[in-house]
């Protein structure tokens, strides 16, 4: 709590983001380790499951059904992954805000001084200054690496599912 009081109020913001980000990291961590069960396989496995529940269909009704059923694991798999985006990119200009508010916090400081200026005083705006850019920066670095892994992972399972597409395709 003391390292976000000294960074000003854009620690502040700053530090909700974390929180939200940080619940968002889990959250997706968690779904794509519970839909993982050990291989690619699986996400074709689970997409047969639902195609034998809509009963038997004609070559041409089964695959709508199934790319509707991959377009709705794509939405599921995607779900939230945009304020990982987010947050990777507004955490660094938020750190910037942080930095400039407390360089003129400083500067403001500076000219009330007049000839009497004592380093103390501009050493507060220039804490919170440097607390808001390292925060910013701590935050969207892992953000971002989070959103990367996660798009890596839809990408190897839509590629498991386009080769089951093509797959099917081959033997109808």
């Excluded at 496995?45 to 059904?65: F, H, I, P, S």
């Amino acid at each position: 709590m003391q390292f976000i009081n000294l960074g000003g109020p854009v620690n502040w913001v700053l530090a909700a983001l974390l929180c939200f980000c940080c619940c968002q990291c889990l959250e997706r961590g968690i779904y794509f380790f519970q839909t993982r069960r050990g291989s690619k396989k699986d996400v074709i496995l689970r997409l047969k499951e639902k195609m034998t529940a809509k009963g038997e269909l004609d070559a041409q009704k089964k695959m709508k059904a199934f790319h509707s059923e991959c377009s709705i694991l794509y939405y599921e798999m995607n779900r939230g992954l945009w304020f990982l985006n987010f947050t990777s990119s507004v955490a660094p200009s938020l750190g910037l805000l942080g930095t400039v508010t407390g360089l003129i916090g400083a500067f403001s400081k500076l000219s009330e001084a007049g000839a009497n200026v004592n380093i103390s005083d501009l050493s507060d705006g220039i804490w919170e200054a440097m607390l808001t850019t390292a925060f910013g920066m701590i935050i969207s670095i892992p953000s971002l690496l989070c959103y990367r892994t996660y798009k890596r992972i839809i990408e190897k399972r839509l590629l498991a599912m386009s080769l089951y597409d093509e797959e099917e395709n081959a033997l109808s």
